[in-house]
């Protein structure tokens, strides 16, 4: 079982490098026929899958709910997960009022840390960025994950887009326990951020590429909020072991794992990355690879992004993610993509595809 809160402020760092280890997926929302309304059993059910892969922790996804039902997500999360994983609240909404509100809520309903993402500003200085993260922090107790992302925002600050002397600031305070370092990371960057932080924090790459060199430099136990499912299945957890591997100091494991899985893991990084330097996530393509490997599945609503944003998961892609299981050993499941459409658990209440109000995302 998993200690989550509450924490005392000097307890969170020597917490985070006791239980902040091992991989971080992402819960996506999961919804009604009507897209009305979210579908409490198909969340549990993703957090129950979530368990069954060995992640440590899952971390909800607001990007397609209204902050009422993303608060609801949580809930739902929190109380399924029960101990038995951590549960991670998201904090980027559009005004600080409603990040103080998301971050009261998620210390209130039992989230045991919270990744905050200034995704709405546009900072004229590194002192402005840490003063958005700083008064967020200083509301609450729980602990706080930062999140080292190639911003086009803050590249007149830095090249990278990465102002990793705010983070050196933040890292002194006793509730900031880890730093993303996200997937269209520069990777000399990411070197800097290990060598400059790395004895302050917790240090998450999501480029497994990477792990083993940075591993050379500060010590590497988790990666997080991030679709793992990608690459490996509750039978056959490689990520979870490749990141047991590194943490252990067991390259020779570690590279073993790594050529297991990469087939599958580039495909996915060559889709994803260029679409987060844009703003985007390709929402039901990482549907989908969770549906493959036991999840909900089920259609994300259209939040109205061009393609190039947002992509259409189409036959072809469809067919390619599922190849991608089959080249790293795994056999994805064996049912219909209107299985998939409506969501397993709508399709087993007796809903079909004509049940649907739209196709969003999908062709």
Not at 218 to 229: D, F, L, T
Not at 297 to 324: C, E, F, S, W
Not at 340 to 350: H, I
Request: contains cysteine; neutral net charge; glycine residues 6%.
């Amino acid at each position: 079982m998993y200690k989550t809160t509450p924490l005392a402020k000097q307890e969170c760092k020597q917490w985070a490098r006791e239980h902040y280890k091992g991989m971080e997926n992402l819960l996506l929302p999961s919804f009604t026929p009507n897209f009305a309304e979210l579908d409490e059993a198909a969340i549990r059910h993703d957090v129950r899958q979530s368990i069954k892969h060995g992640f440590f922790s899952t971390a909800g996804v607001a990007t397609v709910t209204t902050l009422a039902e993303y608060k609801r997500m949580l809930e739902i999360a929190c109380d399924e997960a029960n101990g038995k994983m951590l549960v991670c609240a998201y904090v980027g909404e559009p005004t600080r009022e409603a990040n103080i509100e998301l971050l009261a809520h998620a210390g209130k309903i039992g989230c045991s840390h919270a990744v905050l993402v200034p995704r709405y500003l546009e900072p004229q200085s590194e002192d402005e960025i840490y003063r958005w993260y700083r008064d967020l922090i200083d509301t609450t107790t729980i602990p706080i994950v930062l999140y080292a992302q190639n911003n086009p925002r803050n590249r007149h600050l830095h090249a990278s887009g990465i102002s990793v002397s705010t983070f050196e600031r933040l890292a002194e305070l006793p509730t900031v326990i880890a730093i993303k370092l996200t997937q269209a990371i520069n990777m000399v960057r990411a070197m800097e951020c290990a060598e400059r932080l790395g004895e302050k924090l917790l240090i998450g790459p999501v480029h497994l590429d990477a792990m083993p060199l940075l591993s050379k430099a500060c010590h590497i136990q988790w990666s997080g909020q991030w679709n793992a499912e990608s690459a490996q299945s509750p039978e056959r957890p490689y990520i979870v072991q490749y990141i047991d591997a590194i943490s252990r100091g067991d390259l020779e494991e570690a590279y073993k794992l790594y050529w297991t899985l990469e087939p599958a893991y580039r495909a996915f990084f060559q889709l994803q990355a260029p679409l987060l330097l844009k703003g985007g996530h390709p929402w039901a393509h990482l549907k989908y690879n969770q549906w493959c490997v036991g999840g909900n599945g089920g259609l994300m609503r259209d939040i109205k992004k061009p393609v190039d944003h947002v992509p259409i998961l189409t036959a072809g892609y469809r067919d390619q993610i599922r190849n991608n299981y089959l080249k790293i050993g795994i056999e994805p499941v064996a049912a219909s993509d209107e299985h998939f459409m409506v969501g397993m658990t709508n399709y087993a209440r007796g809903f079909r595809k004509a049940d649907l109000t739209s196709t969003p995302l999908y062709e």
